[in-house]
């Protein structure tokens, strides 16, 4: 199917959220990403990691209501601090998640509170927000 003439100045470009502003997010997607095949080492010869990309869509009422962020958390073993507490945070019991394969499934439509961090550009990519730390609904911290 074709569309008709796309005009680029009406569509959206990157929003950047505040900092360290507590959003109010639901999960709308989490996906298993494995390394590729041919992949398996990094430029400085360590080893890739598969990750789990996810979709959190802001449900605070604003300017920023329906706002898209999209983050990878890391599979590495030792690492996986932002999955764990997406999980806690949310309400997913650890232990019942420990005793199943994992399926980043269990992720999706859980809500909560997330603290946003700038990533700035770089290799040729814009500057994008990236989750710094997920909070529980009632938990209050000031940050430092």
Request: without cysteine; negative net charge.
């Amino acid at each position: 199917m074709l569309l008709g003439n796309v005009t680029w100045g009406d569509v959206a470009t990157e929003i950047l959220l505040p900092e360290n502003v507590a959003f109010h997010f639901r999960v709308k997607s989490a996906k298993f990403v494995p390394v590729k095949e041919g992949q398996e080492l990094n430029k400085d010869g360590q080893p890739n990691y598969p990750y789990i990309n996810v979709d959190l869509v802001v449900k605070s009422e604003g300017e920023f209501l329906g706002q898209h962020i999209f983050d990878n958390f890391t599979m590495k073993p030792g690492q996986m601090f932002m999955l764990r507490q997406l999980a806690e945070k949310t309400g997913l019991d650890l232990e019942e998640m420990a005793q199943q394969a994992f399926d980043p499934n269990v992720y999706v439509d859980r809500e909560g509170l997330m603290l946003l961090k700038k990533q700035e550009a770089k290799d040729g990519y814009p500057a994008k927000m990236r989750v710094k730390k997920f909070l529980s609904f009632g938990e209050v911290e000031a940050d430092e």
